[in-house]
Structures are given as structure tokens and as C-alpha cells.
């Protein structure tokens, strides 16, 4: 799972400078055991109301075109978490 994780970064370093321009950001928060991708939105993007496109067309598209094991991308909002 460590190279799988590796392979996610990787993929998301290269959808982040377009992120970042806006002021936001993506951060892994796991992998599970069913290939699917955890990811926390950060700073604008976590308030966006573009950001659920933000995430298929943009980082879920990256993250499978890169690593095709991966079934899907979810975003998760851990400021909700108690």
C-alpha cells in the first residue's frame, strides 16, 4: 500500500499548482482496502462551490489516469470529524 500511496501523490503533485493558483490545496488522507482515495479539499477549494467538479473532472480523472487501480475519489471534510 506504501507504493500505491506513493503513486496517489505523485498524482495529485501534478493537478496542485492549479489548485494552488486558486488558494487551495488537496491532501491524502488514505487509501482503503478497496481502492478508494480519501482526500481532504484545502483552503478555497474546501469552500468552492466548484469544488465537486474540482474533484471528478479534476482530481479523481488525475489520480485514475495515473494509477488505475484506484476505483474512486472522495473528498472528506476532517474539520467535521470529533
Request: aromatic share 2%; net charge negative.
Amino acid at each position: 500500500m506504501k507504493e500505491l500511496s506513493k503513486k496517489v501523490e505523485e498524482a495529485l503533485d501534478q493537478i496542485r499548482p492549479y489548485l494552488q493558483a486558486d488558494g487551495g490545496n488537496v491532501s491524502l488522507v488514505e487509501i482503503t482496502d478497496d481502492f478508494i482515495v480519501k482526500v481532504e479539499l484545502l483552503g478555497a477549494c474546501k469552500s468552492c462551490s466548484m469544488s465537486m467538479m474540482t474533484m471528478k473532472a479534476g482530481i479523481e480523472e488525475s489520480v485514475k489516469r495515473s494509477v488505475p487501480e484506484i476505483k474512486s475519489v472522495e473528498a472528506i471534510d476532517l474539520s467535521l470529524a470529533i
